[in-house]
């Protein structure tokens, strides 16, 4: 692995051999990855190089065969006299996404073009934003960019039925479908695997959907009959909006808020294994078996080698959001 920091016009070329627990996160929910290490300071052996690494700096991450992993700035740096290291903490450009509050109003344009938009008036580099080919209206005060483009691409997911994911490329925005891809990885015991537990919740279920008018006038109810019975009314309303499908929402609600269940597994490292993509999980002892969604990893690389813990979904469910307002 290549580590660089850059700061002041001065570049560190591989730190790698200076850091320890080394962890590189990410999660569907969050708009920045993460990078975290302990970093050894030369005042603790006076045979290390005095290497800095302050809040601002530049950190880049590359994998062995020098694919690019990471670029982001250093947020936090802890000191502690009892310590020969100093923990250092660096986030990918979604910081800006999260730290940043934007006014914007979008009416009948695609996603696509209103996050293009924004993240030019924001100095914000864009690589590939997905092609929703569908128009959406709102408008927003105030409000983070994070949630604004989360808000644009899941008003767009309800026309479309597709789901997306948003995150920084090296130092580019993209957005693109949440797709299966043909070159997943297989996660087995004996190979790769080391553990894994599975827990079932319907702490978030939505097992009806009541659609009402702009008055409050309720239209309809669609609901999942046989859920109400085994676990009670969990409900949720919906306003049916000009030119939308609440029917399709409603289903969709249903259909992403069914029982849940969470699988956490920890394997040997790959770097391929980041959140958006798909794994197969083969477990005969617990009969865990299938393709599964990364909704989040971690990353570690410690004095017992290179690991990874994955949440796994058996859904492809987007992070969805809705801020802002109507466009009247």
Request: hydrophobic share 35%; aromatic share 6%; net charge neutral.
């Amino acid at each position: 692995m290549i580590l660089k920091f850059t700061s002041g016009g001065r570049t560190v070329e591989n730190a790698w051999g200076l850091v320890g627990n080394v962890e590189w996160s990410g999660d569907k929910q969050r708009a920045a990855r993460t990078l975290s290490f302990d970093l050894a300071v030369g005042q603790a052996d006076p045979n290390l190089p005095a290497v800095e690494c302050p809040v601002g700096a530049m950190a880049g991450f590359w994998d062995d065969s020098g694919a690019q992993l990471f670029q982001g700035p250093v947020v936090t740096r802890t000191l502690s006299d009892t310590k020969p290291t100093v923990a250092v903490t660096a986030m990918d450009r979604g910081l800006y996404l999260a730290g940043n509050q934007g006014t914007l109003q979008v009416r009948g344009e695609t996603p696509e073009t209103a996050v293009r938009r924004l993240c030019q008036s924001y100095g914000i580099p864009v690589g590939e934003l997905a092609a929703t080919g569908v128009s959406v209206s709102r408008k927003f005060s105030g409000t983070d960019l994070w949630r604004i483009i989360s808000t644009l691409y899941t008003l767009a997911s309800r026309q479309t039925g597709k789901q997306y994911l948003a995150r920084f490329e090296w130092d580019r925005l993209t957005v693109r479908e949440r797709s299966e891809r043909g070159e997943s990885l297989v996660i087995r015991p004996k190979s790769n695997l080391l553990t894994s537990t599975t827990t079932q919740s319907i702490e978030d279920m939505v097992n009806s959907v009541g659609i009402y008018d702009a008055d409050g006038v309720r239209l309809t109810t669609v609901r999942d009959q046989s859920a109400v019975d085994l676990y009670g009314l969990l409900e949720q309303h919906i306003t049916q909006r000009e030119g939308e499908d609440a029917q399709t929402e409603a289903r969709r609600l249903l259909e992403d808020n069914g029982l849940a269940q969470k699988v956490t597994v920890s394997c040997l490292g790959d770097v391929r294994l980041t959140t958006g993509r798909t794994v197969i999980v083969h477990q005969p002892v617990t009969g865990l078996s299938g393709v599964f969604w990364i909704d989040a990893d971690k990353h570690r690389w410690d004095k017992n080698g290179y690991t990874v813990q994955l949440t796994l979904n058996l859904r492809n469910v987007m992070y969805q959001t809705e801020s802002g307002g109507d466009v009247t």
